[in-house]
């Protein structure tokens, strides 16, 4: 039943808990936030890396099968988690600081609500259309098979994979990382022993092949959300989960920005398609060295996402206690520190990019390919990891437009741009890498200007 009562609370200062956020060291508190998620992106990213070896002695066509699967999946996953649940978390955070716990309560029930209806649609979707989609991503035959073996499986437990992402989503806003990141790890330590003994059989169990690795992640998940909504329900938890009404605001506290958020996550995805396409008119060598040397991007992820979300509950909290000059400044910590971290990295990389390429491969051409990627765009990661960590600080003042849009700009300079002048003007693979520098560039500007005007219309 839909209800437009409003809930009014009169503003209450906020509790214990949220003294460090509004008064504490904020580097000191940043990072305290930070690394319990780091850690549960870093354990996901292992588990998935140890799945994938399991799979592939199956043989090249389940891991071919698995490996359309993977893109498609994780596309949800950050839908789910950098998206519509940065929307959830940055309503909160701002509830959280002023002090408003029934609107806490009602976004908790109403991210639910969202995770079922996105999960279900989500299931439906791939279930129903994942015949052509894996098809039109290259596979067909026995590689088709176990793709649609593991995909539906895997897309049937959507709503649980939403239900996790949201409801961990609503324990950072209000403050808690530490218990999303424990909770991943039972999980992990379930998942591990489980995902072989289902797709090779152990004892009574029989084998379940590549089916047996999609079951392995159902358990995972439902486990998560079962220890979660357990811990929701218990006088412990900072924030509590029970039903509450609804009404079309708090729809629209966490979607007006989580859809926008959710954009950007595609945005993201769709740039590394195109781009790799553009690569790939210089051969496969070139795809090959492009995405050893990309790869390390996507290593770097789980550190700016845990210290991005830690900048965004910070200042969604700090906002909604009408702190906005504290907002600011963790605004600018947090992209300073992402800044020093991510080009001290690159230099490093960049000085010495076989440390990493030769992990991967020795051909010539390919680790000559990835070296002349590295060399132009390692010194600049700490554009992108600047520009990333004021995206989620905009998240958290639920200001995410320009940032967006700065996604999209990027997008339209590295990646069209970028494959026109490859595809139509026979540009080297050198003003290729060039181009994507502009778009690194053209983004960070634009984020830092849109940064610097909210803040002062803000203030």
Same mark, same amino acid.
């Given at each position: 039943?839909?209800?437009?009562?409003?809930?009014?609370?009169?503003?209450? +200062?906020?509790?214990?808990?949220?003294?460090?956020?509004?008064?504490? +060291?904020?580097?000191?508190?940043?990072?305290?936030?930070?690394?319990?998620?780091?850690?549960?992106? #870093?354990?996901?990213?292992?588990?998935?890396?140890?799945?994938?070896?399991?799979?592939?002695?199956?043989?090249?066509?389940?891991?071919?099968?698995?490996?359309?699967?993977?893109?498609?999946?994780?596309?949800?996953?950050?839908?789910?988690?950098?998206?519509?649940?940065?929307?959830?978390?940055? %309503? $909160?955070?701002?509830?959280?600081?002023?002090?408003?716990?029934?609107?806490?309560?009602?976004?908790?029930?109403?991210?639910?609500?969202?995770?079922?209806?996105?999960?279900?649609?989500?299931?439906?979707?791939? $279930?129903?259309?994942?015949?052509?989609?894996?098809?039109?991503?290259?596979?067909?035959? &026995?590689?088709?098979?176990?793709?649609?073996?593991?995909?539906?499986?895997?897309?049937?437990?959507?709503?649980?994979?939403?239900?996790?992402?949201?409801?961990?989503? %609503?324990?950072?806003?209000?403050?808690?990382?530490?218990?999303?990141?424990?909770?991943?790890?039972?999980?992990?330590?379930?998942?591990?022993?489980?995902?072989? #003994?289902?797709?090779?059989?152990?004892?009574?169990?029989?084998?379940?092949?590549?089916?047996?690795?999609?079951?392995?992640?159902?358990?995972?998940?439902?486990?998560?959300? @079962? =220890?979660?909504?357990?811990?929701?329900?218990?006088?412990?938890?900072?924030?509590?989960?029970?039903?509450? &009404?609804?009404?079309?605001?708090?729809?629209?506290?966490?979607?007006?920005? /989580?859809?926008? %958020?959710?954009?950007?996550?595609?945005?993201?995805?769709?740039?590394?398609?195109?781009?790799?396409?553009?690569?790939?008119? =210089?051969?496969?060598?070139?795809?090959?060295?492009?995405?050893?040397?990309?790869?390390?991007?996507?290593?770097?992820? +789980?550190?700016?996402?845990?210290?991005?979300?830690?900048?965004?509950?910070?200042?969604?909290?700090?906002?909604?206690?009408?702190?906005?000059?504290?907002?600011?400044?963790?605004?600018?910590?947090?992209?300073?520190?992402? =800044?020093?971290?991510?080009?001290?990295? !690159?230099?490093?990389?960049?000085?010495?990019?076989?440390?990493?390429?030769?992990?991967?491969?020795?051909?010539?051409?390919?680790?000559?390919?990835?070296?002349?990627?590295?060399?132009?765009?390692? &010194?600049?990661? !700490?554009?992108?990891?600047?520009?990333?960590?004021?995206?989620?600080?905009?998240?958290?003042?639920?200001?995410?437009?320009?940032?967006?849009?700065?996604?999209?700009?990027?997008?339209?300079? %590295?990646? =069209?741009?970028?494959?026109?002048?490859?595809?139509?003007?026979?540009?080297?693979?050198?003003?290729?890498?060039?181009?994507?520098?502009? !778009?690194? @560039?053209?983004?960070?500007?634009?984020?830092?200007?849109?940064?610097?005007?909210? /803040?002062?219309?803000?203030?």
């Amino acid at each position: 039943m839909m209800a437009e009562t409003a809930l009014t609370q009169s503003h209450q +200062p906020a509790p214990k808990a949220s003294a460090a956020i509004l008064a504490g +060291p904020i580097v000191p508190v940043m990072l305290r936030l930070a690394l319990p998620t780091v850690a549960v992106l #870093v354990i996901q990213t292992l588990v998935g890396v140890i799945e994938t070896y399991f799979v592939s002695s199956l043989g090249a066509n389940v891991l071919a099968g698995v490996s359309v699967v993977f893109p498609v999946l994780m596309l949800m996953q950050m839908m789910a988690n950098g998206g519509i649940g940065s929307g959830l978390a940055a %309503a $909160i955070a701002q509830a959280y600081g002023a002090g408003r716990w029934q609107d806490m309560q009602a976004l908790v029930w109403h991210g639910v609500v969202i995770a079922v209806v996105a999960g279900l649609a989500c299931a439906i979707a791939i $279930i129903i259309g994942g015949y052509t989609l894996y098809q039109m991503m290259g596979i067909s035959g &026995p590689a088709l098979s176990a793709a649609l073996a593991y995909s539906h499986i895997v897309f049937a437990s959507s709503p649980l994979i939403w239900l996790v992402a949201m409801l961990s989503a %609503a324990l950072r806003g209000a403050g808690d990382t530490r218990t999303p990141a424990q909770i991943t790890l039972v999980g992990a330590v379930i998942l591990l022993p489980l995902s072989p #003994v289902l797709i090779f059989g152990w004892g009574p169990i029989p084998s379940f092949g590549v089916a047996g690795a999609g079951m392995a992640i159902v358990v995972y998940y439902l486990v998560a959300a @079962l =220890f979660l909504v357990i811990h929701m329900r218990s006088v412990k938890s900072v924030i509590k989960l029970s039903i509450t &009404p609804l009404c079309a605001r708090s729809f629209r506290d966490i979607l007006g920005v /989580g859809l926008l %958020a959710s954009i950007g996550t595609v945005q993201l995805n769709l740039t590394v398609v195109i781009v790799t396409a553009a690569i790939g008119c =210089f051969g496969a060598d070139a795809v090959a060295g492009y995405g050893i040397a990309s790869r390390l991007e996507y290593i770097q992820i +789980p550190l700016l996402f845990g210290l991005g979300t830690a900048i965004m509950t910070m200042v969604g909290v700090n906002v909604g206690a009408g702190q906005m000059q504290r907002a600011q400044r963790i605004t600018w910590f947090g992209a300073a520190i992402a =800044f020093a971290v991510t080009t001290l990295i !690159g230099f490093i990389v960049a000085a010495f990019p076989h440390i990493w390429l030769n992990i991967f491969s020795e051909e010539q051409q390919i680790v000559k390919i990835g070296t002349n990627y590295l060399q132009h765009i390692a &010194p600049f990661y !700490g554009f992108i990891a600047a520009g990333m960590a004021l995206y989620f600080a905009a998240i958290g003042m639920k200001r995410v437009f320009w940032p967006v849009l700065a996604g999209t700009v990027r997008m339209i300079v %590295a990646a =069209f741009i970028g494959w026109i002048a490859v595809t139509y003007f026979t540009v080297s693979i050198e003003m290729l890498f060039n181009i994507l520098v502009a !778009g690194i @560039l053209i983004y960070c500007a634009i984020t830092i200007a849109a940064t610097f005007v909210i /803040g002062r219309k803000s203030s």
